[in-house]
């Protein structure tokens, strides 16, 4: 085989007559020497941007020549513009290190311009710290800037730089700050009012004051602390304790999916689809790698934070018994790719060179042409990263810590992403799309064995061409996801691009690629066991699973415009008019935010059900109240929607903050029952809103058929809903509902009916 040429140097043999012999291999050795280039030319150009991040928004080169001007002026025209500094650091300068009084001038004034510039660079950078810190620009009315906002936006652009790269402005992102204690509590109150009795919520204020007054302040000098010491004083414990210490499985209740554009004719081959997505994906970290994608800016002005990016490639999740841990490799030469039931290590490069999506064609074609079965326990052996956690830490321990078992294990989690070759069809059409749940459960399960859950991500493309991605959501939230997945989904099509056969377009450079290597398992009845005892718990799960996607084509945010409403607060009043209707009562609703205008930023928490929100809810319910006033209430509930959504934005959310100081009791192992009450509480509303187009690389106006249908994730509560949507387009708008069978209470597919309904009922409020 070609890989077994080329994976040896050399060979040796020991005879009786002529003793010692070596066999040297020449390519070999060429790769080798190939590999090395490669690995010091991204070792010295990692090095180049850390460089060039350091001293951003200035730049090497323009320091080099404001130091050379300095010291020309001082040594030629004896302009002395340190007003006598250069002079007195002369002096201190050791006669043994320089030759001349003459050498020591020039070293102190070298040294001083060097001082003086490295000052300016960080004035400037603290400047623009201390600017991104100012957030009253979200605050003002669309189209209404104010003079203060304007002189703020002039100076931003003036001290921002130029052509940054994709960490350039990491240190100039200001730190989370940390809310006041009573804004938190008075916060947290109002929040719970609607759904509270009257005498429920005075023992919660009673308990909320007890707190505030007492332990609270003790718990919040502590994270004042954590504060001053870390970069972001929520990040670290969220990744910990809510993703990694969760012992329970990671497929449906973390893991998330998005969907291919549906719209767009299945025309391409299995195997060209899943090639011209591997190559789109590789040239994408090879741009993370260099750093040439631009950072995202918030009305092309504000950066926001870039460091969960550094982990989607080469990324793994170790499972563990107290806790799991994320690893990151810094390169990786292979995808991992399962297929009928087995693994194969697929090598991306070939002489250091990446592979042509024609190339790789061809390479993933004979994966697909292996006719060889499974070996026994093989074709189920990822439900391990299905099932409970501490099983597979177990058992990752105890069978593959040593021999074929620990290097095919490796393979995969050392492998840039897994690519899964699924044997199913998804037809999907736009006037036929039945089929969409059915494709949304494959990519956010599938089987419960054809998917390795614990890698960064999971590329699916289906026996038609269909492709989807299923995440692992410890190392970085949906929106870093959703800027790669547009890239790929760019690229693939317009960038390599198919023939009127359905191959990939490119030409095939050498004769002969290293075959994809079929990884060997030691698989033991104990293990067999262990593997089943998993998909038990998979099978499960994923068939409790009760999964419907609403495509909403009457209206989209077009309407919501006209409306002069915020397009997201509009579908939220919705949801909570829907899950009223559905279930005769108010509920804790959960909707994602980021705190990227941050560094080291995730998320924070909207409480999108509000006392004005309750009160419009009502007013829809109650056929006395006009309709001129239910638009009045509908428009305050909105208003305040959008109030809540950039306090959350803006580092003044309250689930974060209650959440970290009740990680300090546990430290302190002081006992908190009210905000171990509070952290108990159920989301059985769980929402997000899925960002769509953020590159705006594709002109849906022109390519309708690259519409993307978003993605989705699994129920957050036993008896809640879990609803994901996204805005494609002005007309069209695509919700992800999920809900659990098992519940009597919920229904997706009623729940979804809800939600249209809801909506037609705020149209007709317009109209």
Request: proline share 3%.
């Amino acid at each position: 085989m070609a890989e077994a040429h080329q994976g040896v140097a050399f060979t040796f043999a020991v005879t009786e007559d002529e003793g010692l012999h070596f066999s040297v291999s020449l390519e070999a050795f060429k790769a080798v020497l190939k590999s090395g280039v490669r690995s010091w030319r991204k070792t010295f150009a990692r090095l180049m941007n850390q460089i060039l991040n350091g001293v951003y928004p200035s730049h090497p080169i323009r320091g080099l020549v404001i130091i050379s001007i300095l010291t020309a002026l001082r040594q030629y025209k004896k302009v002395d513009l340190s007003f006598g500094a250069v002079d007195q650091i002369k002096i201190h300068i050791p006669r043994g290190i320089v030759s001349s009084e003459e050498n020591a001038e020039l070293v102190a004034t070298v040294l001083l311009a060097s001082a003086g510039w490295m000052t300016a660079v960080l004035g400037r950078r603290y400047a623009l710290q201390a600017l991104f810190s100012y957030h009253g620009w979200m605050y003002e009315e669309r189209g209404k800037t104010s003079t203060k906002s304007k002189i703020w936006t002039l100076l931003v652009k003036f001290l921002m730089g130029y052509n940054p790269k994709l960490f350039s402005y990491q240190s100039s992102l200001p730190y989370l700050p940390v809310p006041s204690i009573d804004d938190t509590i008075a916060r947290y109150l109002r929040t719970v009012r609607p759904l509270l009795d009257d005498e429920t919520y005075s023992r919660f204020e009673r308990e909320a004051e007890d707190f505030r007054r007492g332990i609270g302040r003790r718990l919040q000098r502590y994270l004042m602390l954590k504060y001053l010491i870390s970069s972001n004083y929520v990040s670290d414990w969220w990744e910990e304790y809510v993703y990694l210490r969760g012992r329970s499985p990671i497929m449906v209740n973390s893991n998330f999916y998005a969907l291919d554009c549906v719209f767009r004719p299945s025309n391409c081959l299995q195997a060209s689809r899943a090639a011209n997505c591997v190559v789109s994906a590789l040239m994408h970290r090879r741009n993370l790698d260099n750093e040439s994608i631009k950072p995202l800016m918030v009305q092309n002005t504000v950066p926001l934070c870039t460091r969960q990016y550094e982990r989607q490639f080469n990324t793994t999740r170790i499972p563990g018994e107290v806790g799991d841990k994320i690893v990151h490799y810094k390169d990786s030469k292979h995808v991992a790719v399962y297929s009928r039931g087995k693994w194969y290590k697929l090598y991306t490069y070939y002489h250091s060179k990446l592979l042509t999506a024609k190339e790789l064609e061809t390479q993933i074609q004979k994966i697909l042409d292996d006719k060889s079965e499974a070996a026994k326990g093989e074709k189920y052996l990822a439900a391990l990263t299905a099932g409970d956690r501490i099983p597979w830490a177990q058992a990752r321990d105890k069978f593959f810590a040593k021999g074929a078992n620990k290097a095919s294990l490796a393979a995969i989690e050392k492998a840039a992403f897994c690519l899964i070759l699924d044997d199913d069809d998804y037809e999907i059409t736009r006037n036929e799309l039945r089929d969409l749940d059915q494709f949304a459960q494959a990519v956010l399960h599938g089987k419960g064995f054809d998917r390795w859950f614990d890698k960064s991500f999971n590329m699916i493309v289906t026996k038609n061409g269909r492709v989807g991605l299923n995440v692992e959501h410890s190392w970085a939230d949906a929106p870093v996801t959703g800027h790669m997945w547009e890239n790929i989904i760019y690229h693939e099509y317009f960038t390599y691009g198919y023939d009127e056969f359905g191959h990939s377009r490119g030409q095939i450079r050498f004769e002969e690629l290293p075959d994809p290597i079929r990884l060997k398992w030691e698989i033991s009845p104990k293990l067999e066991e262990a593997i089943m005892s998993s998909y038990t718990v998979a099978d499960k799960l994923l068939s409790d699973v009760d999964l419907h996607i609403y495509v909403h084509d009457i209206f989209g945010k077009g309407f919501s415009k006209q409306c002069k409403c915020s397009p997201d607060a509009f579908v939220q009043m919705a949801l909570q008019l829907a899950y009223y209707k559905d279930m005769g009562r108010f509920n804790l609703t959960y909707e994602a935010s980021m705190t990227r205008l941050f560094r080291e930023g995730r998320t924070e928490t909207v409480r999108s059900c509000s006392i004005e929100s309750r009160e419009w809810v009502l007013s829809m319910c109650n056929e006395s109240v006009s309709n001129a006033e239910r638009i009045k209430l509908f428009r305050k509930a909105c208003d305040y929607h959008v109030q809540q959504y950039r306090d959350a934005m803006t580092g003044k959310g309250v689930d974060r903050h209650l959440f970290t100081l009740y990680v300090v009791s546990k430290y302190l192992e002081v006992d908190t029952p009210f905000l171990k009450e509070i952290l108990s509480e159920p989301w059985r509303l769980s929402t997000s809103q899925t960002p769509s187009n953020q590159t705006n690389i594709i002109d849906l106006n022109e390519f309708p058929e690259f519409i993307s249908c978003g993605g989705g994730f699994g129920p957050v509560a036993d008896d809640g809903y879990g609803v994901s949507y996204v805005f494609t387009g002005e007309d069209l708008l695509f919700f992800h509902v999920s809900s659990k069978k098992s519940c009597e209470l919920t229904d997706s597919t009623r729940f979804s009916e809800a939600i249209k309904q809801s909506l037609l009922a705020i149209k007709q409020l317009f109209e």
